[in-house]
């Protein structure tokens, strides 16, 4: 128990800032004792090492593979990006596709056909008149549908 304590307080200890001053303290039963002033009894300065210098080649590795990484994500983000917005071009063709169909089918059989005149009436279209409609709603489904 008094062994995992001692140990236990010199670990902590090393978390300690360099400049901080540790004192070992020895009283007269031989009990050992950290304390960060100087005590009554035997003392002894202890100086904590600093903690070590991360190794140039460490950081080194260590930002090349953060970089990697930052252009992975990157990467990553970009193709989810370019795969999102092909799905939303899919999806907007299938709806004009879906739209120019109809349309198509409308116009194919409808009995007859009617723009409106600058008064508001209708007019029925002449033949000439129904067949551009009709070409125009044939390049509509070939546009989107094909």
């Not at 004792?33 to 140039?56: E, M, S």
């Not at 930002?63 to 990157?74: C, G, I, M, N, Q």
């Not at 033949?127 to 044939?138: G, T």
Request: net charge negative; aromatic share 6%.
């Amino acid at each position: 128990m008094r062994t995992g304590l001692t140990l236990f307080t010199l670990l902590s200890l090393a978390w300690l800032p360099a400049a901080a001053e540790i004192y070992k303290c020895i009283d007269e039963a031989g009990t050992v004792q950290y304390a960060d002033r100087p005590c009554a009894g035997q003392t002894t300065l202890i100086k904590p090492a600093a903690a070590p210098g991360v190794d140039a080649q460490v950081a080194e590795r260590r930002a090349r593979t953060d970089k990697l990484l930052r252009a992975y994500e990157e990467e990553h983000a970009e193709e989810q990006r370019a795969q999102a917005e092909a799905e939303a071009a899919l999806q907007q063709r299938r709806r004009e596709c879906t739209r120019a169909r109809n349309w198509l089918t409308r116009v194919s059989y409808a009995r007859g056909l009617y723009r409106e005149a600058e008064d508001g009436s209708q007019v029925d279209l002449n033949a000439a008149e129904r067949a551009a409609v009709q070409a125009k709603a044939e390049a509509d489904v070939a546009r989107w549908c094909d």
